[in-house]
């Protein structure tokens, strides 16, 4: 007599279904990763290169804010100095104050590729400007001619350097120093995000790259200038234009300073490429945050020597730093601020699909 075979039976409706089981030999089952929440950093330990960046650019924060006040050069036994007025103070305590509170911030360990980036791209702009200090104390009497210094026009025929230039140019020293031990540190920073800027990072490139351009092309010329003057003859009554000397251009000058304005213009074009590159988001904040403040910096001494010397006028360069300074702490802000539709993998309960090779059910 045959025995029936009981009839399977069916899941009730509405169950869910369970997971088969792996087939002998399998790989073992993995879930599906999902990416991690957007703005949500991922930190690790700060290693101490990171915080001795940090630090030295502190110092040079504050030596360069004690730098403004003392006596900057003395050029012809006239004594210079960038602390001539409250707007002149403000201005040359730009610099200094962004790198107090970057450093500050990158020694206590916090957001340390953001200080990092910001320390490498601001120690990358100083070696130009360095080599533009050393001339202007040392080797300007060589070649003397007219120049702007402190938002003086004077001829550079005696020069001796004081305190503040000395102190400015330790401040300079040390932001290169803080530079490269960032530079050091930087592939020993744990620090990730959910990678929120990528579907922006082509704009953001393009914007630098344009700003970069026209702050270059804008370097290259005077910020400040002597304007021409029209000279009337009484004989005959002809208007003569009478060109006067004026200060020289950043690659018009000799020697350190020819040297230097080379490796200014190119750091600011080379930074402005990489910066907006740097992952996570606040890397490239810290890093398009320095670019900035360099630019906004050369815009407001331009403006700042305009407005102290009666025989200068601000140029159309000038006016181009200062706006394009402005243009990239828009885009630094954009960057920082950039937060996109977050997009979220959910699994569906109410369909499973198996894994041909490992039998692991993923949801759509």
Known sequence: MAT??????RPAAGARRTPPKARPGAAPRRPVREAPPAGRLVLGDVPVLARVSGALLLLAGLIGAVAVFPTYLVVGGRELSLATGPVDVLVALVTPLVAVAVGAGLA???????????????????????FIELYQG????????????????????????????????VALGLTVLAAVLALLAWGRTVMEDAGELDPG??????????????????????????????????TTGLVTV???????ALLERPGLALLGGLLLAGAVLLCAVVAPSLRPRLAAVGGLLAVAVAVLQAGLSGLRDARHSADLDWTLPGVGLLLLGLAALALTALAWRWQPRERELRADPRRVEDDDDHGWPTGR
């Open 4 to 9: 029936r075979k009981p009839a399977p039976r």
């Open 108 to 130: 206590l360990g916090r957001v340390p590729r953001f200080g990092l980036a910001y320390a490498a791209v601001a120690g990358a702009l100083a070696v130009g400007r360095l």
């Open 138 to 169: 040392t080797t300007s009497t060589a070649r003397p001619g007219v120049e702007v210094l402190a938002g003086d026009r004077v001829l550079t025929g005696s020069v001796q350097t004081a305190t503040g230039w000395t102190l400015g140019l």
């Open 201 to 234: 990072r082509p704009v953001l490139a393009g914007a630098a790259v344009l700003l970069g351009v026209g702050a270059v092309l804008c370097l290259a010329l005077p910020a400040a200038d002597v304007p021409d003057r029209l000279v009337t003859d009484p």
């Open 242 to 248: 009478v060109t006067e000397e004026g200060p020289r």
